[in-house]
């Protein structure tokens, strides 16, 4: 499968402290790819190195092909950008800012602008000062949706919106993207809504990728382990075992090891663990599991 994005050794820094080093992805085209991390670990750093806003300490990023800072014009008009804000020009209305924005794309398709529209039910004459913070995030959107890109680069899409209109959102993004063949790239701090949208995903931990994996691979992989053990009792220290901890003798941690292997590997290590119990997990309980609780 054709990579959209292809991010090699990618190394940044803010004065002393290192972002990440190394930093490497792709994102296939067709696909709708979730990046996930914790505040500070660089999500929004890597959103402003796609956009060409931020120049890394080193490393190179490409899109369909092309070196982000010396791409053409003619490539830059297949992507669709937003970048953790929402519409500038609050003075107009949502009929006079799809106008306005028309003039600049060729391939403008103000169905796309107006469906969402009528989804968030404002009227055309409403003038996006009024409106509410959410509301004026899904116009930035609605308008991005028009240009008709081939890729879509969203930081934090979900900002201001509540649960009914992020289900919303996010459910017409998925169904939008998957006719229209387009390759998504976003970010959200609210990662039930991932769930439900996103094809694969990248986990960010701090200074390095956790891992990049399919999101159904990962909800049928990993699992919840909880077990009763003795005062004093070691962590295990395997490093398929993540961020064990132990509370009131209990046990805890995540793995994508079956539940046969991590009895295994717990009495390898001779930890007397008593009432092995495994759960499903969603994907917000996985983040967490993978990169720990704090």
Avoid at 57 to 66: L, M, T, Y
Avoid at 242 to 261: A, D
Avoid at 266 to 272: F, T, V
Wanted: hydrophobic share 35%; net charge neutral; proline share 5%.
């Amino acid at each position: 499968m054709e990579s959209v994005i292809e991010c090699r050794n990618l190394t940044h820094c803010y004065g002393r402290r290192k972002i990440y080093e190394n930093l490497s992805f792709d994102v296939p085209e067709g696909r709708i790819l979730g990046l996930l991390g914790k505040n500070g670990t660089g999500k929004t750093t890597t959103i402003n190195i796609l956009s060409g806003y931020l120049e890394p300490r080193s490393g190179e990023c490409r899109i369909f092909g092309e070196n982000i800072r010396r791409m053409r014009p003619l490539t830059r008009r297949r992507i669709g950008l937003l970048i953790e804000g929402h519409v500038q020009y609050q003075f107009m209305s949502i009929e006079q800012i799809e106008r306005f924005y028309a003039a600049f794309y060729p391939k403008w398709r103000r169905e796309a602008y107006y469906e969402l529209m009528r989804k968030l039910h404002v009227g055309p004459g409403q003038r996006i000062s009024r409106m509410s913070c959410g509301q004026r995030s899904q116009v930035a959107l609605g308008l991005i949706l028009a240009q008709d890109p081939d890729l879509l680069v969203l930081d934090d899409f979900s900002l201001g919106l509540d649960p009914g209109y992020r289900r919303l959102f996010a459910d017409y993004l998925r169904e939008y993207a998957k006719a229209e063949g387009k390759t998504v790239f976003l970010t959200s701090h609210i990662i039930q809504d991932m769930e439900r949208l996103i094809d694969d995903c990248i986990i960010m931990d701090y200074g390095r990728i956790l891992l990049q994996r399919p999101v159904g691979e990962i909800l049928d992989r990993v699992r919840r382990y909880t077990c009763r053990v003795p005062e004093g009792a070691p962590l295990p220290g395997d490093g398929e075992f993540y961020h064990p901890s132990v509370v009131r003798s209990t046990l805890e941690f995540c793995s994508f090891l079956p539940y046969g292997e991590v009895a295994r590997r717990l009495a390898e290590a001779g930890i007397p663990a008593e009432e092995l119990h495994e759960e499903r997990v969603s994907l917000e309980d996985a983040f967490i599991g993978l990169t720990g609780k704090y």
